[in-house]
């Protein structure tokens, strides 16, 4: 089993950052695909970006040059850095894990992000 705990989100006016962080705990092992993932309301809940294990990157056109997934492999735990953000940036964002050695996929509860004036 693997746990995984998000934080960071908040109310945040357009513009402005923030820093997502998902803690990940059980068995993570070290071959394994980061990501976060998105659900605006009324919406299906979409990409944003992944890691791998070695650092290779992906992200949704839409927050490309502005969102940045990074991770610290020592502590089990991705990050995301949001810059710019837009009002349809608002959404429940997800944390997901994808452990490849046992096929299986975890997601955490989620954490919400508000992009108000």
């Known amino acids: 089993q693997v746990q995984l705990v998000e934080s960071g989100g908040g109310l945040v006016q357009p513009g402005g950052s923030l820093r997502l962080s998902c803690a990940a705990s059980g068995s993570i092992f070290s071959d394994n695909a980061m990501g976060w993932y998105r659900q605006a309301p009324g919406k299906q809940r979409e990409l944003v970006a992944t890691i791998t294990s070695g650092g290779s990157t992906n992200y949704a056109n839409s927050v490309k040059g502005r969102f940045t997934i990074s991770r610290d492999n020592a502590k089990n735990t991705v990050y995301l850095q949001m810059n710019s953000l837009k009002p349809e940036d608002t959404a429940v964002y997800y944390c997901?894990?994808?452990?490849?050695?046992?096929?299986?996929?975890?997601w955490g509860k989620g954490t919400l992000v508000t992009v108000s004036s």
């Open positions: 997901n894990a994808n452990i490849l050695v046992t096929a299986m996929v975890y």
